[in-house]
């Protein structure tokens, strides 16, 4: 079986969307804002890696219930992505990190910090106003997500190739 650009991630639900879409996102020169429909917040990325393989680690796993919490503010990560940081998944990242070790990409040493980007801005660009905006959000994680990516022109599109529940 071929390879793919995968990640396992957890797809915010629509009244989450809708509210973090309030969001000031005015277009301008550097940045680029990340469509609605692509936020997500990544448990484990992998590179390219086969979805057989990744299907049947996870499949394994006994995932811990978990419930997501935004904010307190939006920020910045690395210089160059902003970010609502997004707290309440370090166990069920760390459960499917240890689950899919070998697969893909190493994972990074650092410490898991959930987030969501939803912009990228260039180096020389000014931040646009939604950094520091106040943001208080929770959802019940129902699932993770097995994710291909691929990259266009117009950015990342991805699908859901997969998914796994979470107890209630």
């Known amino acids: ?90 166990e069920l990242a760390a459960r499917v990190t240890a689950a899919t070790r070998s697969i893909g990409e190493p994972p990074p040493r650092r410490p898991f910090h959930g987030h969501l980007t939803i912009a990228r801005v260039k180096r020389d660009a000014r931040m646009p106003p939604a950094l520091g905006a106040m943001v208080d959000g929770r959802f019940r994680v129902d699932e993770v997500a097995l994710v291909r990516s691929r990259l266009d022109p117009d950015g990342a599109r991805y699908d859901t190739v997969a998914a796994w529940a979470l107890p209630s």
């Not at 448990?43 to 996870?58: H, I, K, P």
């Open 1 to 90: 079986m071929s390879t793919a650009r995968l990640f396992l991630a957890v797809w915010p639900p629509d009244d989450v969307v809708e509210e973090l879409m309030t969001l000031r996102r005015k277009d301008q020169r550097g940045v680029r804002f990340v469509p609605p429909d692509r936020w997500h917040i990544t448990l484990r990325f992998f590179g390219e890696a086969r979805v057989d393989e990744v299907e049947a680690a996870m499949d394994d796993v006994e995932l811990p219930s978990a419930t997501a919490r935004l904010g307190p503010a939006v920020d910045v990560i690395g210089e160059r992505a902003l970010v609502v940081p997004v707290g309440g998944l370090e």
